[in-house]
Nanobody, 125 residues
């Protein structure tokens, strides 16, 4: 079965950087899949912030993170990464990686079938 596991979260000061990792094990059976990072702050809805297609590595970024975050993957090792630079307090949230069938731009919770357990990112001012 498919399992995802995030790591790399932590506490940083505003302006700092973090790199999140997601290990994907198992086979999804998707010819082309969306791999994504979501985040959810307390009291707020989970939001998709960036996605990448496994077919051609096309990426999508939500406006709040555009220019600061970068999604990339190592397909050979089944790893998904999120490089976060110039972090802001509003980036504080639980971050989740997810995998689902290709449905571009794959920004909805319902687009994804597999989820990691989440890793906490806290940014202080």
């Amino acid at each position: 079965q498919v399992q995802l596991a995030e790591s790399g979260g932590g506490s940083v000061q505003a302006g700092g950087s973090l790199r999140l990792s997601c290990v994907v094990s198992g086979y999804t059976r998707y010819r082309t899949a969306c791999m994504a990072w979501f985040r959810q702050a307390p009291g707020k809805e989970r939001e998709g912030i960036t996605t990448i297609s496994t077919g051609n590595s096309t990426t999508y970024y939500a406006e709040p993170v555009k220019g600061r975050f970068t999604i990339y993957r190592d397909s050979a090792k089944n790893l998904l990464y999120l490089q976060m630079n110039n972090l802001k307090p509003e980036d504080t949230a639980m971050y989740y990686c997810a995998v689902g069938p290709f449905s571009w731009p794959c920004t909805f919770n319902s687009d994804f079938n597999y989820w990691g357990q989440g890793t906490q990112v806290t940014v202080s001012s």
